[in-house]
């Protein structure tokens, strides 16, 4: 007698389920930042990025970049909170009038490594 035509719908919904259940996990996202996107804001002294889950401090952080000026670094030491969503910078150094962006790199609990852009302005 074979059982395997009985085995493949149930390893097929096994399967389904894993996948599911690890792409619903697999990435954290980023829900907000300060500054916003696109915002035009005042010289900012702290620079904040909240994720959907915990990152690997060891692997999460940002850095601050004047476009206009061949991508002039500024300064900021990252730190990672203790719930693990949220980065945040201090930029040392004043800011001069324009366009910035933050370029951050993140990492969740699983491994998964991300990157993204926050453009913003300085009035």
Do not use: C
């Amino acid at each position: 007698m074979n059982n395997r035509p009985h085995l493949a719908p149930a390893i097929a919904l096994a399967l389904a389920t894993l996948f599911a259940g690890s792409q619903a996990a697999a990435h954290a996202k980023l829900v907000k930042s300060n500054p916003a996107a696109d915002a035009l804001v005042a010289a900012p002294k702290v620079i904040t990025l909240v994720f959907t889950e915990k990152l690997a401090p060891a692997f999460s952080g940002f850095e601050l970049v004047m476009v206009e000026h061949n991508s002039m670094k500024i300064p900021v030491k990252t730190t990672v909170s203790k719930d693990g969503k949220t980065i945040t910078g201090k930029p040392k150094g004043a800011f001069m009038k324009g366009s910035y962006k933050i370029n951050w790199h993140a990492a969740s609990g699983d491994g998964h490594r991300m990157t993204g852009v926050v453009p913003f302005k300085v009035k």
